[in-house]
């Protein structure tokens, strides 16, 4: 499966671009250090050998948020909150522990920083949202820029038939509560989606169709699309996987026929207001990926599509 990229800017800063743009030598950029917060049910190892790319292949020192696969059994305790019944539920106290990890990475990144300098936050799959919520309570004077990879940012499409809010509140309250998405000099946020495999639902004569434009979010007041870019090649129609896999994107944004990076849809993956990227052929996670025909956002040669953005 071949590598595109698709790019969706916010029209107010199409050409406040970093300095650096991909394929370019990086060597005489300034990096600043990066915090990788781990995804729903991962833990720090899962992103050792992405702190060793961007270490030894780019330069930039990176610490990953302390996180074991048992500390994710803490948000159990959101049962015994009503407003956990209700769909209302709130990230604190809830997921405290996590966002407690987090400032913990920070104060070691910036440790690293040179004077003066502000740090880089990269959230993966639920890591991204969860650093929403971190700069809204802790702050975003040591943050330069927020980049997403595979995050979940919208709540729950609502009204759907046999649509359940697995987060049980939390994308809403992010949503309403946290800052809107901006990519100023001061602040930069980059949500990068990928586009593995294409949902179908149960049922009926679908077909995967190569080519398809989806809606991947509204910028600057127009509707922008992503295009596949059809190296794929054609299909007789969904098979059992692409049926299974479009019913987690159905809980996630309403719809089964998406593309996504076999866990979240492209769409969900997208704020307004940020600089958008969709990558071609890339997975979910970390667990069940590889190099060569199943690449996530983490893999040396996905990172190339994406490293520039964490230059000073």
């Given at each position: 499966m071949g590598i595109g990229i698709v790019s969706v800017l916010p029209s107010p800063c199409s050409s406040s671009l970093p300095g650096a743009v991909a394929g370019t030598s990086i060597s005489t950029a300034t990096t600043r250090p990066a915090v990788i917060l781990p995804g729903l049910g991962n833990n720090t190892g899962d992103y050792q050998r992405l702190v060793s790319t961007l270490g030894e292949a780019h330069g930039i020192?990176?610490?990953?948020?302390?996180?074991?696969?048992?500390?994710?059994?803490?948000?159990?305790?959101?049962?015994?909150?009503?407003?956990?019944?209700?769909?209302?539920l709130r990230p604190r106290p809830v997921l405290d522990w996590y966002l407690e990890r987090v400032d913990q990475a920070v104060s070691e990144a910036k440790m690293l920083c040179p004077q003066g300098e502000r740090i880089s936050l990269i959230g993966h799959s639920a890591g991204g949202w969860l650093a929403r919520v971190y700069m809204?309570?802790?702050?975003?004077?040591?943050?330069?820029?927020?980049?997403?990879?595979?995050?979940?940012?919208?709540?729950?499409?609502?009204?759907?038939?046999?649509?359940?809010?697995?987060?049980?509140g939390l994308l809403d309250y992010v949503e309403k509560h946290c800052s809107p998405a901006v990519y100023t000099p001061e602040l930069r946020y980059v949500c990068i989606a990928g586009r593995y495999i294409q949902g179908a639902h149960f049922g009926g004569d679908d077909k995967i169709i190569s080519n398809e434009m989806v809606e991947v979010g509204k910028l600057g007041g127009t509707f922008e699309l992503a295009m596949d870019s059809g190296n794929q090649p054609p299909s007789a129609g969904p098979t059992l996987r692409a049926r299974l896999i479009g019913q987690g994107y159905k809980q996630v944004c309403g719809r089964a026929e998406v593309w996504g990076d076999g866990v979240v849809p492209e769409i969900s993956a997208h704020l307004e207001g940020a600089l958008n990227i969709s990558l071609e052929g890339v997975y979910h996670s970390p667990v069940g990926s590889d190099d060569e025909s199943r690449p996530w956002y983490g893999s040396p040669a996905i990172v190339e599509k994406w490293v520039h953005h964490l230059l000073a």
């Open positions: 020192p990176s610490v990953v948020a302390k996180v074991s696969r048992v500390d994710w059994l803490r948000n159990a305790a959101g049962v015994l909150d009503r407003n956990y019944w209700k769909g209302t809204q309570e802790f702050g975003i004077s040591n943050v330069a820029l927020l980049l997403t990879l595979g995050t979940p940012h919208l709540p729950p499409s609502k009204g759907f038939p046999g649509v359940f809010d697995q987060t049980r």
